[in-house]
């Protein structure tokens, strides 16, 4: 088994048949075949089921493919750190759910260290990645969040991922109106009297990750829901539609994107416990400790 063999595996099944993988990795479908069979002997597992439909993952194949996924990951950061040509540089990397204070956080470090040569990086994504860059090490630091209704499987999985939790703040739940809206000027609603309106949702692409969104009220059932895994396309839906959104309540009034929108509190409690992870056992980089300083300048707990 070599790394060549497992990103066939994963482009394989990334794709609706056998032709197209090989038309995405460059190599004749013969060849690309013979190599997903060796690979299957040296295992003793079939990864892949071939009918006359196409090619569909087994059991087996399907727990193949989470190890694989994480295999691939190491390596490339493997590849990335040492055969880079970008070697003497500077490296640090964040994952953090959709919060402007961690933006924010990352641009001070790289201010106040002004490093002569780096490639940082900053993933704003979804939680499950999130939780899984940092237990890869693909980042030092997340920022997450979780509510009542999905606290216990975030906990669960932080402990299984090896992963702590420094809580920095705990938000009440909010609706995000467009400004004009006329509920935007309300100092107070409950989601009854939104039940008419459009929710606008960010969207985890899974639906076995429902409770692993970063919104409160996870467990809510929406009359009317709209899934968008863009923050400027969320909020143009917002506007048009004359719907809303659920947050935090934290709307910075620099961030271009959030502009326009206008928080009312909810009736209905979900509060939001944020912080951030690491790494059990991990040694931090400077970096890595500088934006740990950043971030518990929001501490409030």
């Given at each position: 088994m070599n790394i060549?063999?497992?990103?066939?595996?994963?482009?394989?099944a990334e794709s609706s048949s056998m032709r197209e993988a090989a038309t995405k990795l460059f190599v004749s479908q013969p060849a690309l075949s013979a190599s997903i069979r060796?690979?299957?002997?040296?295992?003793?597992?079939?990864?892949?089921?071939?009918?006359?439909?196409g090619i569909s993952l087994t059991d087996a194949g399907r727990e193949f493919i989470m190890y694989a996924k994480k295999a691939v990951g190491q390596y490339e950061i493997l590849e990335d750190r040492?055969?880079?040509?970008?070697?003497?540089?500077?490296?640090?990397s964040v994952s953090t759910q959709h919060y402007n204070f961690a933006v924010k956080a990352f641009t001070r470090v790289i201010k106040k260290k002004d490093p002569c040569k780096f490639i940082f990086s900053i993933?704003?994504?979804?939680?499950?990645?999130?939780?899984?860059?940092?237990?890869?090490?693909?980042?030092?630091?997340?920022?997450?969040?979780?509510?009542?209704?999905?606290?216990?499987?975030?906990?669960?999985?932080?402990?299984?991922?090896?992963?702590?939790f420094t809580p920095l703040m705990q938000r009440e739940t909010y609706a995000y109106f467009w400004e004009?809206?006329?509920?935007?000027?309300?100092?107070?609603?409950?989601?009854?009297?939104?039940?008419?309106?459009?929710c606008v949702s960010f969207d985890q692409s899974d639906d076995s990750n429902f409770y692993l969104t970063e919104e409160a009220m996870a467990d809510h059932t929406f009359d009317k829901m709209i899934k968008s895994d863009d923050r400027a396309t969320s909020m143009e839906i917002i506007a048009?539609?004359?719907g809303y959104s659920i947050g935090s309540?934290?709307?910075?009034?620099?961030?271009?994107?959030?502009?326009?929108?206008?928080?009312?509190?909810?009736?209905?409690?979900?509060?939001?416990?944020?912080?951030?992870?690491?790494?059990?056992?991990?040694?931090?980089?400077?970096?890595?400790?500088?934006?740990?300083?950043?971030?518990?300048k929001y501490k409030e707990l």
């Open positions: 060549t063999q497992i990103k066939y595996v994963l482009t394989i060796e690979l299957e002997d040296e295992l003793g597992i079939l990864i892949f089921e071939r009918t006359n439909k040492y055969l880079s040509k970008d070697g003497d540089k500077e490296r640090f993933h704003e994504t979804k939680t499950r990645e999130v939780l899984e860059d940092v237990r890869s090490l693909k980042s030092e630091v997340g920022v997450i969040s979780f509510s009542g209704s999905n606290e216990a499987v975030l906990k669960k999985l932080m402990k299984e991922y090896q992963l702590e004009g809206h006329e509920f935007a000027k309300r100092k107070e609603i409950s989601l009854e009297e939104l039940s008419s309106l459009p048009e539609l004359g309540g934290m709307l910075a009034g620099d961030d271009n994107v959030l502009k326009g929108l206008v928080s009312v509190k909810l009736k209905e409690e979900d509060p939001l416990m944020i912080g951030y992870i690491t790494r059990k056992g991990s040694s931090l980089s400077v970096y890595g400790k500088a934006y740990i300083k950043e971030l518990e």
